[in-house]
T-cell receptor
Framework: DTGVSQNPRHKITKRGQNVTFRCDPISEHNRLYWYRQTLGQGPEFLTY????????KSRLLSDRFSAERPKGSFSTLEIQRTEQGDSAMYLCASSFPARTDTQYFGPGTRLTVL | QKEVEQDPGPLSVPEGAIVSLNCTYSNSAFQYFMWYRQYSRKGPELLMY????GNKEDGRFTAQVDKSSKYISLFIRDSQPSDSATYLC???????????FGTGTRLQVFP
C-alpha cells in the first residue's frame, strides 16, 4: 500500500500524559501536513513541512504541541500534558510541492483523553 | 463567520437520485477548491479539485465553481448507497498550503 499511513490508529490516555503520533507520507511527496478534526467539524490545519523544514504553524498549535520531520520522510506530532480538549482525530496528509490542491490524507489517529 | 460555510445536513435521498452539495466561501483570495469524501471514522478521500469557475466532470461527479458568487457545488448522478458519507468542501488561498474546510454535509442514500 503506497498511501499515507498513521500510527497508532487509536490512542487513549489520561489527562496530563504525553502522546506521540507518527505519519509516513506517500514516498514521492515532499510536503506533509497535520490537521485536527473534532466531531461534526471539518479538519483544521495545524502545520506543514516541506522536506524537514516546518513552513507554517497554526495558532491552534499551542506550546504543548510540537511537530518534527527530522529527515524529511516521516513526521511525528507530540502533545505534552494532554487535556480533555485535545480529544480529536489527528490527520496527516501529503502532497507534491506546489500541488496543494491534491493533498492525500491518511486514516488518522483518534485520540481520547480521559 | 467561517471562511467556508457548508450545510451539515443530513441529506437523505433515494438510490438513483441526483444529489447537489453546496458550499459558500467569503475569502476572495481562495484559488483552488476541492471536494473530499469521508466515511465514518476514516480519513478524507480526495474526490475532485478545480481551479477556475465552471464545471469539471469525473464519472458520476461534477464539481462546479462560481467565483463571482463565491459558490461551489458537487453534483452526484445516479447516487448509490455506497455514496453515503460526509462530503467536505475545501479551499486554498494564494501563498499558503493550508486547506480551509467546511463542516461537511452528511449524505445518506437509501435503497
Amino acid at each position: 500500500d503506497t498511501g499515507v499511513s498513521q500510527n497508532p490508529r487509536h490512542k487513549i490516555t489520561k489527562r496530563g500524559q504525553n502522546v506521540t503520533f507518527r505519519c509516513d507520507p506517500i514516498s514521492e511527496h515532499n510536503r506533509l501536513y497535520w490537521y485536527r478534526q473534532t466531531l461534526g467539524q471539518g479538519p483544521e490545519f495545524l502545520t506543514y513541512f516541506q522536506n524537514e523544514a516546518q513552513l507554517e504553524k497554526s495558532r491552534l498549535l499551542s506550546d504543548r504541541f510540537s511537530a518534527e520531520r527530522p529527515k524529511g520522510s516521516f513526521s511525528t506530532l507530540e502533545i505534552q500534558r494532554t487535556e480533555q480538549g485535545d480529544s480529536a482525530m489527528y490527520l496527516c496528509a501529503s502532497s507534491f510541492p506546489a500541488r496543494t490542491d491534491t493533498q492525500y490524507f491518511g486514516p488518522g489517529t483518534r485520540l481520547t483523553v480521559l | 463567520q467561517k471562511e467556508v460555510e457548508q450545510d451539515p445536513g443530513p441529506l437523505s435521498v433515494p438510490e438513483g437520485a441526483i444529489v447537489s452539495l453546496n458550499c459558500t466561501y467569503s475569502n476572495s483570495a481562495f484559488q483552488y477548491f476541492m471536494w473530499y469524501r469521508q466515511y465514518s471514522r476514516k480519513g478524507p478521500e480526495l474526490l475532485m479539485y478545480t481551479y477556475s469557475s465552471g464545471n469539471k466532470e469525473d464519472g458520476r461527479f461534477t464539481a462546479q465553481v462560481d467565483k463571482s458568487s463565491k459558490y461551489i457545488s458537487l453534483f452526484i448522478r445516479d447516487s448509490q448507497p455506497s455514496d453515503s458519507a460526509t462530503y467536505l468542501c475545501a479551499a486554498v488561498g494564494r501563498g499558503t498550503d493550508k486547506l480551509i474546510f467546511g463542516t461537511g454535509t452528511r449524505l445518506q442514500v437509501f435503497p
